[in-house]
């Protein structure tokens, strides 16, 4: 079945330690995202990639980092600088075609720092 | 400043009761408007893409329209089934065809 994964569902952390979510796609998508969700809030972009090997900070991007390896894995790692970390996370990808950009999201990942 | 809003922040409905969502958008070059539906602690699944005004889109019982400044979301005769958070998206013009998600709109249909 082609999807979008994110591991773990949940995931707990101390204060003052660096965690990574993962996010995989085997939809051949180019364009990977990580946006965070908190209640009340719309999705607010932290980072972006186009093409593998390179990145994009978004809105939000202050205590994060990304890298793009490889086409289908895009890993967000929350540092210990993310100052309220606390948050559901969620994974999108999407392929970008005659100027339009339908971005499809993983099951999302929720973090909760001890 | 592009903005994205929705309203109503929530709504109750009785199954079977009819009604609208609305998606209000100020974006300088719309290039498209999304709808997804979320349900608790998942991620949203991607329902309609509009692209131009006057375009209709329908899946069961959800109708999605567009005009220059709106959007809505039309739910005919609601099931229990329905309930969840609606959000809208809006694409804008411009090299990272940059995406704007409003903060949705909670639906309980009671049975």
């Known amino acids: 079945d082609g999807g979008i994964t994110q591991s773990p569902k949940y995931l707990f952390r101390k204060e003052g330690q660096n965690v990574t979510l993962s996010c995989e796609q085997n939809l051949n998508h180019d364009a990977m995202y990580w946006y965070r969700q908190d209640p009340g809030q719309g999705l607010r972009l932290i980072y972006y990639?186009?093409?593998?090997?390179?990145?994009q900070k978004g809105d939000i991007a202050e205590g994060y980092s990304v890298s793009r390896e490889k086409k289908e894995s895009f890993p967000l790692t929350v540092t210990s600088a993310q100052k309220n970390p606390t948050a559901f996370y969620l994974c999108?990808?999407?392929?970008?075609?005659?100027?339009?950009?339908?971005?499809?999201f993983g099951p999302g990942t929720r973090l909760t720092v001890l | 400043e592009d903005q994205v809003t929705q309203s109503p922040e929530a709504l109750r409905l009785q199954e079977g009761e009819s009604s609208s969502l609305n998606c209000s958008y100020t974006?300088?070059?719309?290039?498209?408007l999304f709808w997804y539906r979320q349900d608790p602690g998942k991620g949203p699944e991607f329902l309609f893409t509009?692209?131009?005004a006057g375009e209709e889109k329908e899946k069961e019982r959800l109708k999605a329209t567009l005009t220059k400044k709106e959007s809505f979301l039309h739910i005919t005769a609601p099931k229990p089934e329905d309930s969840a958070t609606y959000l809208c998206a809006v694409q804008v013009g411009g090299r990272d065809d940059k995406i704007i998600f409003g903060k949705g709109t909670r639906l309980h249909i009671l049975p």
């Open positions: 990639s186009q093409i593998v090997n390179d990145f």
């Open positions: 974006v300088s070059g719309l290039r498209g």
């Open positions: 509009l692209y131009s």
């Open positions: 999108a990808s999407s392929i970008k075609r005659e100027g339009r950009n339908e971005q499809f």
